[in-house]
């Protein structure tokens, strides 16, 4: 298929995905709205499919909210790198889920380095997010070489990570860490010098994060589209035995492919600990994993577009919210519709046989352009 | 009652791809026979045998089956019409015991939900008897050995009534002890009135079993026969022959030094069969070296253990006088050993990426193409179009996908990288099947340039007119071994290649040990 044509298929699909998610979710919250009558029922959907549609973006009166804006590209940071780190470990076809444990460990390595390590400026705050980073590097090491070597699902592996990395920072928590002056269970306050600074004050926390999120998105797709290593995981993905017959290290590529993605988990943990809070309080594990797959999927596994799914994510997130709070639709209803969406999008056969009627054109297409070079 | 289970008449198959798979073949088996269905890989054999089990449907012809027309549409109607399928490759699910597979999409059942063992058990143990095709029900698949798994495949098609059987190449996988008993159980269900296709290009098993032959090639029925009036010679002149003879125009050989050293290289597979037994030969500097043989007679296996996918159990192998056993692909490439895969869509290219990133698969760490860390892009785009262009790939781009170029150009691009990083060995495995012929000729001549120039070629290919026409010498492999070697290929015949090849005439190992050039 040509590239226009690709590019054309993708948007409709995106749109009537989109419209009929919408329908979907418009059904939902008419059959749960509150309401005497039909007239009024209707009218309650309505405003709460618009609270959802525009209130990210928009005040009350109907002017631009710039913080609201900056609440939505907050929401980005922590899935935009679940979402690189997915992104990687799927190029390589190594379904690791371990981003959401990933992203925890790295947050709470972060935090006790920026509780306790006395470092000069903004060295620590440099240093603690590394650390984050190369402690979960290390740890997706398990399912990785259990993979490579022995052959280990790391789907397995790395989903029961997730739960004993949870445990493990909790019972530290717990036994040694918590700050014994408060009522809950949280670390000692970061160092002042550890924080990352705010892109804007508005209480968004919308930090510097997101810029170094920005560039590590270029960092990523340059190491994947332009690096022997990234050519090396997206040719495993696609096919290993030609990979191994090639005389690339297969094992290797298994093996670097889920460190790295777990380093960029981890970093982003720590990212998104020192630029929003100032003590470490997580006690479950925080959900950025699991919309990181999401975003994987909707980007193609192509980080330059992770920003975008990123941001479709956190708008969507944010707009469930704002509606659940102020149109009065159950907080569960939020779920499936985001699920809906999710689906729609993902579901490989969605408006498979107009992309066929594409592809058979843009066939046809080029055998007459061909014939009449040909002729000439 | 027609005196005949099935006709197939005048059955012409094209795919979509526009092969022509059957053209015009006449097919009938009377009922209570043992019919052979022979060819060459490629004949239509499979093609037929799929019409026939209702996998695809003719594109004209008709087929009757007990003297009555059929519409066989699917695999469901031909096993209503008593019909059934033992594949090549079994079709068992392993992790479920014999009577649970026996019984598999018609089990019975208890009130109707739960499906009752027990009775499954007891049928096929009933049949098991019954047949006298001994089978342990309660085993579970994949504990079993090889020639049950078979009993069980041929159990499983009778439960479902079958009445006529076709046979894939029932013995390919057995050994010895295994294809006597299956060739008694076969001749004891037949004096039942059971008839069966058995589709082989073994002799010796064909004159053992058959009462009958179709003879196929390329796509045509070269005649029904009775096994008691033909001779091995006169199965093996019509099975193997070639149609057209392209002439290639090419220098004598002048080869030098050894390259490959290959002496006593032996391999007993998974089910305990010997593939490869004491195969030694040598290549030389500026040789094509051809290697003809029915498929399944060792050709596989020994590209295997030259280009590192498995290890031979015995022997030694050498490149430029390096021992290469147990090195991996990358230390094989580095040591410019090129492979021209024979399935090329698994290990030749990856389908959904470009061109571009399938020619730079082998060398993707090579300091040409690399500026520090990252690639650079300007030498690969050079490299990329200058291989497109020499190797004239049709395709619009470079980064086009090359899933979506037809076989012949993927084939190319597969040469082309292979060629191009300076070999001093390439083996090219089936390196034209299944292409169109402008590049089946242009790939050939490239081969012959290659040597020409130098490198050792060895030449793996099932179709004759390719290893006898672009061979400087020729080795022929039947049952694992080195039946023959030819020095010279001008002087061979299309007849005397044939006996070998079916393994009706074997040289002196004297003579065969020319090959080791001592």
Known sequence: ?376 | MSEYAIQMKAITKVYPNGTMANQDVDFNVKVGEIHALMGENGAGKSTLMKMLFGLEQPTSGEILINGQPTNLSSPTVAISKGIGMVHQHFMLVPSLTVAENMVLGMAPTKSGIMIDYKKAVAITEEYSQKFNLPVNANAKVMDIPVGMKQKVEILKALVRGAKILILDEPTAVLTTQEIQDLFAELKELKKQGYTFIFISHKLNEIMDITDRMTILRGGRSMGIYETKDVTPEEISRLMVGRDVVLKMEKEEARPTDEVLRVRDVEYVNEWGKKMLNKVSFSLRKGEILGIAGVEGNGQKELVDMLFGFNHPNAGTISVNGENIIGLNQRELREKHISLVPEDRMLYGIAADATIEENLISDRSGSKELNNGVLFNMGAIHRMSDDLIRDYTVLCKSRSQKIGSLSGGNIQKVVVAREFSNDPVLIIADQPTRGIDVGATEFIRKKLVELSRSGIAVLLISADLNEVMELSDSLMIMHGGEIAAYFEDTRELSDELMGKYMLGIEHQSPEEIRRVCHE
């Open chain 1, 1 to 376: 298929m040509s590239k226009k044509n690709s590019i054309k298929f993708t948007l409709i699909r995106g749109i009537a995905a989109l419209a009929i998610a919408l329908l979907v979710a418009f059904i939902l919250i008419f059959v749960s709205a509150a309401g005497e009558n039909f007239g009024e029922k209707l009218s309650n959907s309505i405003a709460a499919l618009r609270e959802m549609l525009v209130s990210p973006l928009f005040k009350k009166n109907g002017s631009f909210s710039s913080r609201n804006l900056s609440v939505v590209l907050a929401g980005t940071i922590p899935i935009m790198f679940t979402g690189l780190a997915t992104c990687i470990m799927f190029s390589a076809n190594q379904f690791n889920l371990g981003a959401e444990g990933g992203i925890m460990l790295g947050a709470f390595v972060t935090a006790l380095v920026a509780v306790y390590w006395k470092l000069p400026g903004p060295l620590l705050m440099v240093v603690a997010v590394l650390a984050g980073g190369i402690a979960v590097a290390l740890v997706m090491l398990i399912p990785a070489v259990l993979k490579a070597k022995l052959g280990v699902s790391e789907m397995v592996n790395s989903l029961m990570l997730n739960y004993v990395i949870m445990y493990l920072i909790g019972f530290l928590m717990n036994s040694y860490l918590a700050d014994t002056s408060k009522g809950i269970t949280q670390t000692y306050p970061f160092q002042e010098n550890a924080m990352i600074p705010q892109l804007v004050e508005n209480g968004s926390r919308l930090s510097w994060g997101f810029v170094v999120g920005l560039i590590i998105v270029v960092l990523c797709w340059f190491f994947m589209y332009r690096t022997k290593w990234g050519y090396g995981i997206r040719m495993t993905g696609l096919n290993q035995p030609f990979v191994m017959y090639s005389g690339m290290n297969v094992a290797l590529i298994v093996i670097l492919a889920q460190v790295l993605g777990g380093f960029l988990a981890g970093f982003g943990g720590g990212i998104e600990m020192l630029g929003r809070y100032n003590v470490y309080n997580w006690k479950a594990l925080p959900g950025y994993g699991w919309t990181g797959i999401t975003v994987a999927i909707l980007a193609g596994n192509n980080p330059i577009y992770v920003p975008l799914a990123a941001l479709f994510m956190s708008y969507l997130t944010q707009g469930c919210s704002l509606m659940s709070t102020n149109a009065n639709v159950p907080a569960q209803m939020i779920s499936i519709i985001q699920a809906v969406i999710f689906l729609l999008f993902a579901a490989k056969q969605f408006l498979a046989g107009y992309r066929q009627k594409l592809v058979v054109r843009s066939a046809q297409e080029e055998r007459a352009a061909l014939e009449k070079g040909g002729n000439k």
